[in-house]
């Protein structure tokens, strides 16, 4: 990530299709705490996801969601961003197609690059391993982490690409209940029969925000499909630890932190309960400003 110049206040937006991203806002708020960079901060966490019942997986075709993105994009400019981090794996795919990516007037961090330096480390540290790279259909339709490895010299035939369609929705109602684990064992077994040898070394990468919350799922369904070493990489705490190394550490008075949640669309309470239990471990905060998030249906047109 590139530095933010010194001041003594930082405004950033973080976003996502949902929830995911939460997990990551709640790391960056607990490091700013930590770190005192900064006097006073703003973080809004923008959800853009587009309609209440329906999401990117369901507009028809990548013009359409490249297009609604934009509008997005373009509607997070009014909270003066110092910096937005995508903070989801579907529109960070969607991102390097949008007129906003060659004309952003703030720097923007997608979520991308940092799962696929993880996948190529292991890839590299190993050379019977492979991975499973588990996202939503728009995720893998995109194809993007796996050009990426292949671009840098990744055989493409140790990467399965699992589509696990509506996962992360039904994370945000019950992140480790039945319905949840039913789906994980079913992905997980799709891409296990893709294995003529399950005795070698298996990375599953989580390239959706959602899925952190459900990695025991994760582990128990891989270790049930697997014989060999069971590695998880998941993105989520690489992307805020990347912000945070660029914020040096200062003593002196308590940072002022204003954080504010937004969604177009309705959250039920329900998700709204799942959701915060989870993050109140890491940050009370980010679990309370999810808990009185604001809904706004203009917050943005398409």
Same mark, same amino acid.
């Given at each position: 990530m590139r530095a933010v110049a010194p001041k003594d206040s930082l405004s950033l937006v973080i976003a996502d299709s949902g929830m995911g991203g939460l997990s990551i806002c709640a790391d960056i708020v607990s490091g700013l705490q930590v770190r005192r960079t900064y006097r006073s901060v703003a973080v809004t966490y923008f959800n853009a996801w587009p309609e209440q019942d329906r999401g990117y997986n369901l507009l028809p075709g990548m013009d359409e969601r490249i297009r609604v993105f934009e509008r997005a994009l373009d509607a997070m400019l009014r909270f003066e961003p110092d910096r937005i981090l995508?903070?989801?794996?579907?529109?960070?795919?969607?991102?390097?197609?949008?007129?906003?990516?060659? %004309? +952003? /007037?703030?720097?923007? =961090?997608?979520?991308?690059?940092?799962?696929?330096?993880?996948? #190529? $480390?292991?890839?590299?540290?190993?050379?019977?391993?492979?991975?499973?790279?588990?996202?939503?259909?728009?995720?893998?339709?995109?194809?993007?982490?796996?050009?990426?490895?292949?671009?840098?010299?990744?055989?493409?035939?140790?990467?399965?690409?699992?589509?696990?369609?509506?996962?992360?929705?039904?994370?945000? %109602? +019950? /992140?480790?209940?039945? =319905?949840?684990?039913?789906?994980?064992?079913?992905?997980?077994? #799709? $891409?296990?029969?893709?294995?003529?040898?399950?005795?070698?070394?298996?990375?599953?990468?989580?390239?959706?925000?959602?899925?952190?919350?459900s990695r025991r799922l994760f582990e128990a369904a891989l270790r049930a499909r697997f014989e060999g070493p069971i590695t998880i990489l998941d993105p989520n705490r690489a992307m805020s630890e990347a912000l945070l190394a660029d914020l040096p550490p200062r003593g002196g008075e308590e940072v002022q932190i204003n954080l504010k949640v937004f969604s177009r669309i309705i959250w039920s309470e329900e998700k709204i309960g799942a959701i915060a239990r989870l993050l109140e471990v890491s940050s009370p905060a980010t679990a309370d400003a999810l808990r009185m998030y604001r809904h706004d249906p203009e917050l943005f047109t398409f």
């Open positions: 995508i903070a989801c794996n579907t529109l960070s795919a969607l991102y390097p197609d949008t007129l906003f990516s060659r %004309k +952003a /007037p703030v720097p923007v =961090t997608d979520i991308i690059g940092f799962g696929v330096e993880q996948m #190529q $480390a292991y890839l590299c540290a190993n050379a019977d391993s492979r991975v499973i790279l588990l996202g939503t259909p728009t995720t893998i339709e995109a194809d993007v982490h796996r050009s990426r490895l292949v671009e840098r010299g990744i055989d493409a035939g140790r990467i399965t690409c699992q589509p696990c369609d509506r996962l992360a929705g039904e994370i945000e %109602k +019950a /992140p480790e209940g039945a =319905t949840v684990r039913a789906m994980i064992e079913d992905y997980v077994g #799709q $891409a296990a029969e893709k294995f003529p040898d399950r005795r070698l070394p298996i990375a599953a990468a989580l390239c959706c925000t959602h899925y952190g919350y």
